[in-house]
């Protein structure tokens, strides 16, 4: 059987407030991680993610490693002739897919199967393209699915996503019933076992489905407007929560509209959020609220490591990296990035750009104390029973030794 390797270019290298301390392929596009799509739509488990050269020790106890250019005997990494290597970037549809040489998706090659082996070091920078990789005269496969060309590009197709997303999540599973609730319009709503719906929860289905995932608990008096995703063992409650993809053990309270949480998020109390993606162990203080729309209606500039950029959307919220957190009473201004680490608090309103590891009210923000910061990671894991291991420490510190200024361009 082949082993399956996931490729972060160098577009999904640039993918910031994230890509300082987590792979592209970890992040979530619709109901899943961009890994997770691959694997279910090929069948196959990832070996391995090829990424930036300091997520070497990245580690999750639900991911997998990163591939370095050496191993640990000192000889040069390869991935073998035969394996898959797809691009991170492809949020590949949930369909199964075809047995190929080369597949593609909206007209770009999104993985090839290899036809010889690859040294790792080939690919440390990410300017090696899958195109000069696929096998002349191969058989090529079209799969279904959209690229990830901006990191915002993850918030217009969410939407689109979560309904196709849903659609494929229940039909593999055979779940047929209804949870308990109130469910009113076209589409249904489902409840994987174990999921809990408390008394007086309504599921507004009348633009997509509802998807409630296994351990989950839905809180009484919430209003879930699909299409939209519980995550396993999260804890939704108390508002409107409406198109959003929320992923595992994650604590929401308040009013939420199309937003992306990665996993293991904390904004447990009141605050608007639209339109934004939160990082793992990211928390959203008391009455932090997101702007997703300007007063003039224009579009959204975003920064990015290569400068501030129009993102061309009408609706664009805040994009906060892994471990940042926000302070009582923060408003965040539309397309705002806090950087992963950052802890800003005293309320008001924060610059649009705010650097990794800051620490502090109000610009110029000092910098967070690594060890300060390794001893709080450690507390706020340990709350959702995960180990910080050895490895991430060292993942974190590479990143804090790499962290970016909101002035300076890659």
Known sequence: MSELFLYDDAIARTFEPFALTRPTAELRAGALLLRERWQRALGLRASGIVSSPHLV??????SVAVVSETGTDGQQRVIPAGAVLANSRCAVALSASAAGDVWRCRGRVAAVLLSRAVDVAELKNGDLTLDSLARAGGREIEVQGRWMDHVWDFIPSLSA????????????????STPEGIVAGQHAAYAEEHATIEPQVYFDTTNGPVLVRRGATVQAFTRI????VIGRDSVVGGDKISGSSIGDVCRVHGEMSAAILLGHCNKAHDGFV????LGRWSNLGAGTITSNLKNTYGTVHFWTPTGEQDSKLQFLGTFLGDHAKTGIGTSLTTGT???AGANVYGGGTPPKAIPPFAWGEHPPYSTYRMDKFIEVARHVMSRRHVELSERQIRALTA?????????AKR
Request: hydrophobic share 45%; proline share 5%.
């Open 57 to 62: 020790d990245f580690d999750e106890p639900w």
């Open 161 to 176: 996503m979560l309904s196709e997303d849903i659609a494929a999540l229940v039909a593999a599973s055979n779940l047929a």
């Open 225 to 228: 407007v699909g299409p939209c």
């Open 274 to 277: 639209g339109h934004s993606y």
């Open 337 to 339: 990035v806090v950087g």
């Open 399 to 407: 990143a804090y030794e790499r962290r970016w200024s909101v002035d």
